[in-house]
Each structure stands twice: as C-alpha cells, then as structure tokens.
C-alpha cells in the first residue's frame, strides 16, 4: 500500500535548482512531522528539512539558505524547493511521515537528485 509518492528529482547542473513533491494520503498529511531525508552515495541517510503539523521547520545547516520546505494542504502535497545545487547535494531524496498518536513512521520510495 503506497502512502507517500516522491517526484520531481534529475540531473542538474551546478547552481540549478529542483523541486521535490511528495504526494500523501490524506490521513497522513496531517502527521506530526514530514520531512525530507536524504542519502548520498556512501553515506547515512541524513535529514535535509522537516515540517511540522503547525508548519514550524527545521533545516540541516547544509540546506539553510538554499532549501525551502513547504506544504499545499489543498493537495495533501509536501514540497522541497532547491536552489543553488551543488555536486554534494547528489543523493537520493526520501519523504517521511511521522505520527505518535496513531503511530506510525512511513517512508517513500525516493527520488534521485544528481548535479
């Protein structure tokens, strides 16, 4: 059963920009937390930014200034806006939801996204 739909990674160039989307079911949009995670060859998977049920959020220092996490609650849509990319932001790009009451922790597939 699919719950989260990543989309959107490519081949970029450096300094370009690309748009993750994360497609959620709808009960699932309303985690406490979603994020977005990524792994890049030969490391941890490591946290790029999250965004919580109240839309606080919270960005790896690597992403500050670069990244932009949002949400289109009218789409149950969880987006990651990248700019400015450099060779080191080569990883595959994962989606979580996260809930304590009901709980549950679900990833996506991922997206690959290669500059």
């Known amino acids: 059963q699919v719950r989260l739909v990543e989309s959107g990674g490519g081949l970029v160039q450096y300094g370009g920009s690309l748009r993750l989307s994360c497609a959620a079911a709808?009960?699932?949009?309303?985690?406490?937390?979603m994020g977005w995670y990524r792994r890049a060859p030969g490391k941890q998977r490591e946290l790029v930014a999250q965004i919580t049920r109240s839309d606080s959020t919270t960005y790896a220092d690597s992403a500050k200034g670069r990244f932009t996490i949002s949400r289109d609650n009218a789409k149950n849509t969880v987006y990651l806006q990248m700019n400015n990319l450099k060779p080191e932001d080569t990883a595959v790009y994962y989606c979580?939801?996260?809930?304590?009451?009901?709980?549950?922790?679900?990833w996506g597939q991922g997206t690959q996204g290669t500059i």
């Open positions: 709808g009960s699932i949009f309303s985690s406490d937390y």
């Open positions: 979580r939801a996260t809930s304590w009451s009901p709980e549950y922790d679900y």
